[in-house]
C-alpha cells in the first residue's frame, strides 16, 4: 500500500507516523522545502497543490490513498478535484468539514439538536471564553475575566459575530474519535486532554479515569453528532468534564494530530489503517469496544522544549519547527520520540511517548527521563505548569 499525505506539519507528521506504523509507503507533498513531517516520509514532493496540478496528478498516480493534512480552503478543494480526475479515493468528507471547521456552525449544530455546550454570552456570564469561528485548536483563544477585558476586546474586533464567546468551564477534558461511514460510527479509546497556559494540548493520556456512565454518554454524543452531519471519515469530539456533566466544547471531521498516536501505543488500533478501509473498500472497521479490553497499555504523551537555560512542558505549537523530525526509539529513558534532536544540540523540542502496564510505570519513565534531561543539560528550572503530573 502507498498513501499520499499533503501537508506535512502536526497533522502530516501523524499520517506518516501511523503509515509508517502500517508498513505503508508514504510520499509527502508540501509547498514548503523543509517540514516536519519531510523527516518520516520515503518520499517527498515539493509542489503547491493549487498551482501544480499536473505535477500533482503523477505523483498521485501510483498511491493508493491520499491523506489531507492542512486546513487551507482552497488546496481542499484543489485537492478534491484532482482526487476524482485521478480516480484515487481522498480520506475527506468535505460536508461534515465545512460544519466542523467553524465553531459558530458547530455550535448552532449542537443548539439545534440538545447537544450539550457551553452557554453563549450575553446568556453566559464571566469569565468568558473567546474564539475566532474558523480558527483551529488554540488559536487566538482569549480568556475575558472582566467586564473591561470584554468592552477592549468587543472594540478591538470589526465584528463580535464571527467569534465564539462562551462561558469558561472548568473541570477535566477528553477527546473521542470515531470513525464513519454515511453516518454509521464505531467509536475508540476515550483520551484526556490536558492543555498549557495559552489552551493549547501539552499532554494526552489514555486510559482516562472517567465514570463507565459519562463515558457511555460521550459515546452517544459522538454518535449522535455523526449521524447528523453524514460522517464519512474520522471526527474527533473533545468535551470538558464541568461538576459531572460533560459539554462539547469542538468537533473537527478531520484525521487530529496528537490522539491517534496516543490511541495506537493504547490500543493497537491504526486510524490510518481504518481509513484506508473506508475509503478503499467501502466497510467501517470491526474491533472489540474498547470498554471491555483488560489488555490496554498505559500512555503519557508530552511536549517538551530544551534550551541551555531551562526545560518546559508546552503545548503542540512547539513542535511546528520549519526543520524535519525523526523518531528514536529509548530516548533519554523514554519509549519513543519525535524530535529534532541532535548530538551535540542544546536547543530542541520533542514529543515523548511513555509506555507502561499502569500509570505509576509511566510516571516512573517520565521522571527518570526528565532527571537524565536535566542532568546532562546542567539544567536546575523546569516547568510544567497547570497542572503538572
Known sequence: MKVAVIGGKLQGVEALYLANQ??????????????????????????????????????????DLIIPALENRAALSSLNELALQAEVPLAFDRDAYTVTSSKLLSDQLFHANAIPAPAYYPQAKLPLIVKPSGASGSKDVLKLRTQGELERFERSVNKLDEWVVQEYLTGPSYSLEVIGLNGEVVSYQVTEIVVDAGYDC?????????????????????????????????????????????????????LPSQTPITIWHSTGLNMVEHLMEVFVQKRLPKFESIGFRNDLMDVIFEHLQVSPEKMEIKGEHIMTVSEPLQVISDFWGADQAITNFHPGRTSWVATFIYIGRNRTETRLKRRETLKNIAKHYNLSEFLDLSPAI
Not at 26 to 41: A, F, I, N, Y
Not at 207 to 218: C, Q, R
Not at 245 to 250: A, K
Open 202 to 254: 501539552k499532554r494526552v493520556l489514555a486510559p482516562v479515569d472517567l465514570d463507565s456512565g459519562l463515558e457511555d454518554s460521550l459515546r452517544q454524543i459522538a454518535a449522535k453528532i455523526a449521524e447528523l452531519l453524514n460522517l464519512t471519515g474520522i471526527m474527533d469530539v473533545e468535551v470538558i468534564n464541568h461538576k459531572g456533566s460533560l459539554r462539547v466544547l469542538e468537533i473537527d471531521a478531520r
Open 22 to 63: 502500517a508498513g505503508w509507503d508514504t510520499v509527502l507533498v508540501d509547498r514548503e522545502s523543509s517540514v516536519p513531517g519531510k523527516g518520516l516520509c520515503q518520499e517527498f514532493s515539493q509542489l503547491d497543490v493549487t498551482m501544480e496540478k499536473e505535477k500533482l496528478k503523477q505523483v498521485f498516480s501510483g498511491v
